[in-house]
């Protein structure tokens, strides 16, 4: 009798722990974007360039411990520069956060009103083609050429559980394809880090590609879903330098 009651006693707990870990089970990877905007102050879009050639170098996954890429992005017409960072776990975006390296970006004096998102990414984006990690990425400069990257960001009147958003995007993850919409590399599915903020960071062949994405009936549908708020749709071009620092995306 006293082995039987031991017996259910270990198995009470193993039931527990199994219980416990359904339920702590992340709907999350690993691989964190961070999204980096600012602008410039007395200073010329060449001497930026000069600048960004200068600085290019250092963001290797050799210097940057966790760094899997960082896209150089601009917007010239809104005057908005900065760079999509992938990480592969939000420590190692804290890290960068505090390094040097970070810490003389920001005390550049030409350099002005930084903004930094963080967002973690889900679980099923890699069917999005939107695991920085998993990509097919290009070395050559030329290939940035009419790059483009697109930022989403929207707000829910009431948010999905957990469940609800995996399933979601598991569902929808492969529908972001170059064969469902031509020009189309990839979208990274983002949740920030208080998991009130969605999105996405799409990359695009091209600015046509993107203008086509939106007349979609996909996006249009979205758009106008009354559940849905979107307030950010912020388009970038992606600087040759890129190349460097692992951020070129191709088909």
Known sequence: M??????ACVLLLVSCKNSENKQVESIYNYETVLVVNYQLENMTLDQHAELGLAVAPNFTSENVPGLIGKSFIGDV????????????SLESVNTYLESELWKGVVAHPNLVNFKTDIFRTFKGTELANGSHSMRKKSSESSDAENLQILVVNYTNEVNPSDEEMSKQVLEYAPVFSNENFPGMIGKTMINSLDGDIYGGVYYFTNRAAIDDYFSSDLWIGFDGDKNTKVYKKDIYGVAPI????NGLPVL
Do not use: C, D, N
Request: without cysteine; hydrophobic residues 40%; charged residues 20%.
């Open 77 to 88: 017409e809104r005057g908005i520069f900065g760079g999509v960072y992938y990480f592969s």
């Open 2 to 7: 006293k082995k039987l009651i031991i017996a």
């Open 242 to 245: 890129s190349s460097i620092s």
